[in-house]
């Protein structure tokens, strides 16, 4: 695909492919947040399927304006269509959190703040625009689609409530890219791809510690307004981008297939 030069050029992309007609019967909503102090809006797609829904799944990208792959990866997702594979799912997607800084190729936005450490609060005009619109919405399992810039593998920190999952998920992203094989990454453990901890008592404990900062990610709001299970991507920034794109995809999808079979006596 032809990737987005810049923010304009990707809402506009958006917008032609959420407002053209559907081979499926799914109702497809795009809402324009006006972001008006930086003038610009972020753009929120909901996807509702025709058959009764099983889980709300909500997709999240771009939050560092540097790590393009994920927002690729919901761009295709929009264009191709390719929630028709998950017709009992229902989406809210955020395609790019921080359009300045998408336009900029930066972490931070153009104000040079750091928007993942942001979401404990509403000082951030993109943040605050964000956190109005998910805090009432109760999801299943969300996914938040980041890179790291630094690194030759994948990793991803992941929360469920099955833990085979995780494994399935490493399994499926390396049939496309390589898996991190670093045993510490940010000064966190990283066992075959995943950021994990013994349990799930000491990662609850762990997740109340980092809420007694003020420097919240976005797992972490959701994880306080209910919305528990979680998968943040980590594709490696030192490979070719297409490959990374390929393992955003890989990742989410054998995610969204494990949930849909779970569900599926519902």
């Known amino acids: 695909m032809e990737y987005p030069s810049n923010y304009a050029d990707l809402a506009a992309r958006i917008e032609l492919a959420a407002l053209s007609p559907s081979s499926s019967s799914a109702n497809v909503a795009l809402t324009r947040i006006p ?59 955020f395609p790019c959190l921080n359009p300045t800084g998408f336009d900029l190729r930066t972490r931070e936005n153009a104000a040079g703040i750091d928007m993942n450490r942001q979401f404990s609060r509403d000082d951030t005009p993109e943040v605050r625009a964000v956190r109005a ?77 980092f809420m007694q900062h003020d420097e919240w990610p976005l797992p972490l709001f959701l994880y306080s307004v209910g919305s528990r299970f979680s998968m943040t991507t980590e594709t490696p920034g030192q490979i070719n981008l297409d490959i990374r794109v390929k393992m955003q995809h890989a990742a989410r999808d054998r995610l969204l297939q494990l949930l849909t079979t779970a569900r599926a006596d519902l």
């Open 35 to 93: 972001v008006t102090q930086l003038g610009f809006d972020l753009l929120q797609l909901d996807i509702t399927p025709a058959q009764p829904s099983i889980a709300r799944i909500g997709l999240f990208a771009g939050t560092h304006g540097d790590e393009p792959a994920g927002v690729a990866a919901l761009l295709e997702f929009i264009e191709q269509r390719l929630w028709h594979s998950y017709p009992r799912l229902a989406f809210r997607v």
């Open 133 to 209: 619109s998910i805090k009432d919405v109760m999801f299943d399992v969300t996914i938040d689609a980041h890179e790291d810039p630094e690194e030759l593998g994948y990793y991803m920190y992941a929360h469920f409530e099955n833990h085979a999952w995780m494994a399935s998920i490493v399994d499926a992203v390396s049939a496309f890219g390589p898996i991190n094989v670093k045993p510490i990454v940010d000064d966190q453990s990283v066992v075959n791809g995943v950021i994990t901890f013994a349990n799930d008592k000491e990662e609850d404990a762990k997740l109340h510690e």
